[in-house]
Structure formats: structure tokens, C-alpha cells
């Protein structure tokens, strides 16, 4: 079945340094992909949605200086935390779907924790 | 705005026990129901999935009705075993909205 990979899994920085999270759809071509943040014992909350060769669309709430999202390919969605400070120490998860696969059709990666020191 | 309630964790089971993961939901118009299971070190997975109400979606064992008159999508499974260890997210999606999520419950069973 279709599979979704975030690399790293897990992240250890510096406060005001910058971290980049990928995502990467590895036997289909996403073109939209999306990005969600979870806090402990919290919903997942959807960040941003990106759509391929496209300007990501962002939640309310959600600094797009901050987070920045490049979705440059097919199979490829990053996100980076820009000057990462302790309060942005989260679980973040990407999921990813295709056009062909219908409305409701998400694959999501494993998730990449971030802490921030 | 949409929203999705869900029991707290974690469930602790003993194998071959009954299972109940209480969901129940606020909406405007009228959802897609979801049941997502994350087992360790994976993303999540589509478990089941209900469209209209009174629909029910099953897989592996697990089932769950979608209820209007409750508001509720309530994940059952009679007999539990060590493998269904994992977290369970409920969620609902309007139209072609973003999901939303309830916050997770964990499952722990044991032998």
C-alpha cells in the first residue's frame, strides 16, 4: 500500500536554530500534503495544507514565517521551523494524499519529534 | 466549529476482553466519520469509516455505528488481543474540509 516517510523521527536542537522536516510519498505522487502538529494528550491540529509546485495554505493561527513549507515535487513536502524556541517542541506528522485516490484518502508518515532546548 | 470528543486513556485490557473507545462528535452539517489507529513507531492508519448515518464501518474485528441521534461513533471489538495494543483517534470531516481529530486514546492490552 501507499507509504508515507518523515525523516528524522525524532530532533534535538538549539534554541533559535532552524530544523527541516521531511516527508516523502514513496510509491505514489502526492500532490497535496498535509501538515500537523500534536501536542501531549492533544488532537492532532492540522498547520498547513501544500499543494505541489504551489504556495502551502495555512490554518489560522499558524505563523507561515515561522513555518515554512515547501512542497517542491511529487514526493516531496518539507518543513522548517524557523529559529525554533522551546514552546515549538512538538510531534509533527505529515500526511499525504493523490489526486486519483479520492476525497478522503490520507496517508500519514510516523511523526518526527522536535525538541527544542 | 467542528469537533470531536473522545474518551480518555489509557484503556488497560486484559486479552479476549470486550472493547468500547467512546467517540462522540459536534458538527454543522453532516460528516464522515473515522476511526485511525496509530501502533507504536508507525503513522497512522485508516482503521474504519462511516459516510452517513446509521452506516457501519468494520474492520479486523473493530466495528462502530455512526449515530446522528447521539452524535456519537463509538469503536467496539469483542475480543481484543495483545496486537491491538496501539493509539485510537476519532475523527470527522465535512465535505472536502480538513479532518478533525479527537485527542487519542491509548490501548493497552495484555496476555
Known amino acids: 500500500g501507499a507509504v508515507v516517510s518523515q525523516h528524522p523521527s525524532w530532533v534535538i536542537c538549539k534554541s533559535g536554530t532552524s530544523v527541516k522536516i521531511e516527508c516523502r510519498s514513496l510509491d505514489f505522487q502526492a500532490t497535496t500534503m498535509f501538515w500537523y502538529r500534536q501536542f501531549p494528550k492533544q488532537s492532532l491540529m492540522l498547520m498547513a495544507t501544500?499543494?505541489?509546485?504551489?504556495?502551502?495554505?495555512?490554518e489560522q493561527g499558524v505563523e507561515k514565517d515561522k513555518f515554512l513549507i515547501n512542497h517542491a515535487s511529487l514526493t516531496l513536502s518539507t518543513l522548517t521551523v524557523t529559529s525554533a524556541h522551546p514552546e515549538d517542541s512538538s510531534f509533527y506528522i505529515c500526511?499525504?494524499?493523490?489526486?486519483?485516490?479520492?476525497?478522503?484518502?490520507?496517508?500519514f508518515g510516523a511523526g518526527s519529534r522536535l525538541t527544542v532546548l | 466549529g467542528d469537533s470531536v470528543t473522545q474518551m480518555e486513556g489509557p484503556v488497560t485490557l486484559s486479552e479476549e476482553a470486550f472493547l468500547t473507545i467512546n467517540c462522540t462528535y459536534t458538527?454543522?452539517?453532516?460528516?464522515?466519520l473515522f476511526w485511525y489507529v496509530q501502533y507504536p513507531g508507525e503513522g497512522l492508519q485508516l482503521l474504519l469509516k462511516?459516510?452517513?448515518?446509521?452506516d457501519k464501518g468494520s474492520n479486523k474485528g473493530f466495528e462502530a455505528t455512526y449515530r446522528k441521534e447521539t452524535t456519537s461513533f463509538h469503536l467496539e471489538k469483542g475480543s481484543v488481543q495483545v496486537s491491538d495494543s496501539a493509539v485510537y483517534f476519532c475523527a470527522l470531516r465535512s465535505g472536502f474540509q480538513k479532518l478533525v481529530f479527537g485527542t487519542g486514546t491509548r490501548l493497552l492490552v495484555s496476555p
Open positions: 501544500s499543494n505541489e509546485g504551489s504556495k502551502a495554505t495555512y
Open positions: 500526511s499525504a494524499t493523490s489526486s486519483g485516490s479520492g476525497a478522503n484518502v490520507l496517508t
Open positions: 462511516a459516510t452517513k448515518a446509521d
Open positions: 458538527a454543522t452539517g453532516y460528516p464522515s
